[in-house]
């Protein structure tokens, strides 16, 4: 018998069972609808791989990861060329974690992996608002003749929580027809206190980490110049520590793109920060 011991496939600081978590990190393994650089698909076990590079106690939120109680469920295994059953089967699993009385830390693939998970907590939370981080504005009707693409994600979320629930932060890219939309709506963020409206709503928090610099993040699929720095991105993180998150996905990093892995171990410590709000 072999009595290790042996490296965790899991991301570090995993809680051994389910039964002892509060969190549920699930990664969603799709990228079969991007229009760019593919490679998403591959993150979440990326991410896992060298998330042993970091330490669990964040100085920031002055917290452990073994204080957050969360248990790492793997990822799914979802069809590459089927967005819709993709989708079902995020949904299925999403609705099991709310159901179990638990949050979701999501870990894409691509963005479109997020209306899945809004869709299901729709079913158990009421009083839904989104908050995006992103260097794009998502808000196509349509790609190539596709309604369900990472480039239309928000504004298919829009159609449940309402564009008076979606606040839209670091977006510096997209067609004249989603920044009219945005300016319609006002979504466009560029103060931490402008968040304060949503201060009574039930937060949901969307990374999609081209909302960062190239400089800093430049394993994605469509990097865009002029995106925020870690540390502006974490300072809207600690803003909202106070404010009701109910599940946060951080999604677009495409691993392989960034050779020197900078990218992905930027992602995990963003995750683990991420942890420490829910």
């Known amino acids: 018998m072999l009595k290790g011991p042996f490296l965790s496939k899991d991301f570090i600081g ?4 389910w039964h002892d978590a509060k969190i549920v990190m699930m990664g969603m393994p799709y990228d079969g ?25 964040s100085p920031i939120f002055d917290k452990d990861l073994e204080d957050c109680k969360f248990y790492d469920a793997g990822d799914l295994e979802l069809p590459f060329g089927n967005a819709q059953k993709a989708l079902n089967i995020i949904k299925e699993n999403t609705l ?21 998970e809004i869709e299901a907590i729709n079913e158990y939370i009421k009083n839904l608002a989104v908050i995006q981080f992103d260097a794009h504005t998502d808000l196509r009707e349509e790609y190539l003749g596709e309604n369900l693409t990472h480039s239309g994600v928000i504004k298919q979320i829009a159609k449940i929580v309402g564009f ?8 510096r890219s997209g067609e004249k027809e989603e920044f009219d939309l945005m300016k319609t709506h006002s979504t466009l963020k560029f103060n931490h206190n402008e968040l304060d409206k949503f201060k009574d709503k039930n937060i949901f928090i969307t990374i999609d980490l081209d909302v960062l610099d190239p400089g800093i993040m430049s394993g994605v699929g469509t990097p865009e ?18 404010f009701n998150i109910i599940g946060i996905d951080v999604v677009e990093l495409a691993p392989d793109i960034d050779t020197t892995k900078n990218s992905t171990a930027t992602a995990c410590k963003l995750i683990r920060e991420c942890l420490m709000l829910l």
Request: net charge positive.
């Open 33 to 57: 609808t991007v229009t760019n650089r593919p490679g998403t698909r591959f993150a979440p076990q990326q991410i896992r791989l060298e998330s042993v590079g970091i330490e669990t106690y």
């Open 225 to 242: 110049a002029g995106g925020l720095s870690y540390i502006e991105l974490i300072n809207w993180l600690k803003y909202l520590k106070n």
């Open 96 to 116: 099991k974690i709310y159901d179990s009385g638990r949050k979701i830390l999501g870990i894409g693939g691509e963005h479109l992996v997020t209306l899945a």
């Open 14 to 17: 995993a809680a051994e069972c």
């Open 164 to 171: 008076e629930n979606i606040a839209q932060i670091g977006i």
